[in-house]
């Protein structure tokens, strides 16, 4: 996935993203960090293509991104966002979501993967329980755990993660973000960062400011340089620290 010189704007008299640069090679976590407003879910609006950019161009695997139909970019895509949305069904159906056509072992095979099974198993219809009004008979971090088993399922080779287990109780967390890791492995994946330290082990952290890139590089590299990311991590300012 390349990012090559992007500019866009939800209309042609603001232009919310400033000459983006972003190179990611298959397998690579790519983190977006920056405060609310600097542009994080913009680029990835931009790789779903729900928007298209006013000027550069987004390639994938080489394509323009233009020319790739819609339905087959968004099946290679898994996105696992901060709002989960479940429909009236079994947890079993809202899993199979991902890929229609999974056998029940494949939906439990992608729901251990993502640390769901054990839950789903004390439900009290385990995995043939009736999920209601957007599974609200789940917690915050039950309905994660079961868009990341959907996401496993479809076994897509980029995901998108907007991480936010910011409503999450700690030990919760533990267990989605361990989910999480094990999604990742073998995938491209872009990471909106809401905790920072969820995003120590990116291959490159990128640092968005009023939608230009400011800053990208490692954690220890960024770190070092002590400009903005080690503003946010550290909580110091650069001339304190």
């Not at 394509?63 to 696992?80: A, P, Q, T, Y």
């Not at 009004?133 to 897509?156: C, E, H, K, V, Y």
């Not at 030990?171 to 989910?179: A, C, F, N, P, S």
């Not at 400011?209 to 110091?236: F, N, P, S, W």
Request: glycine residues 8%; hydrophobic residues 35%.
């Amino acid at each position: 996935m390349v990012f090559d010189d992007v500019d866009f704007g939800y209309n042609d008299d603001k232009i919310v993203l400033h000459n983006v640069d972003l190179y990611a090679t298959p397998g690579q976590k790519i983190a977006f960090v920056g405060s609310t407003g600097a542009g994080k879910t913009t680029i990835t609006n931009l790789i779903n293509r729900f928007y298209d950019i006013q000027d550069g161009k987004i390639r994938y695997d080489g394509i323009n991104i233009n020319k790739i139909k819609k339905f087959d970019l968004r099946r290679s895509l898994g996105i696992v966002l901060q709002d989960t949305h479940l429909f009236t069904n079994t947890v079993m159906e809202n899993i199979r979501y991902g890929k229609l056509d999974a056998t029940d072992e494949e939906v439990i095979a992608a729901a251990k993967l993502a640390n769901a099974d054990g839950f789903i198993r004390r439900l009290p219809n385990g995995y043939q329980t009736m999920l209601t009004g957007d599974g609200t008979n789940l917690s915050q971090g039950q309905r994660q755990l079961l868009a990341i088993a959907r996401a496993a399922i479809a076994d897509p080779p980029v995901l998108i993660l907007d991480e936010a287990t910011s409503s999450i109780d700690t030990r919760t967390e533990k267990i989605v973000q361990d989910g999480m890791d094990k999604l990742m492995q073998g995938r491209t994946t872009f990471v909106i960062a809401h905790r920072l330290s969820t995003v120590r082990n990116s291959d490159c952290i990128m640092v968005l400011e009023q939608g230009r890139v400011i800053e990208r590089g490692t954690h220890d590299q960024l770190i070092e340089q002590k400009g903005k990311y080690y503003q946010l991590y550290t909580g110091k300012s650069a001339q304190a620290g």
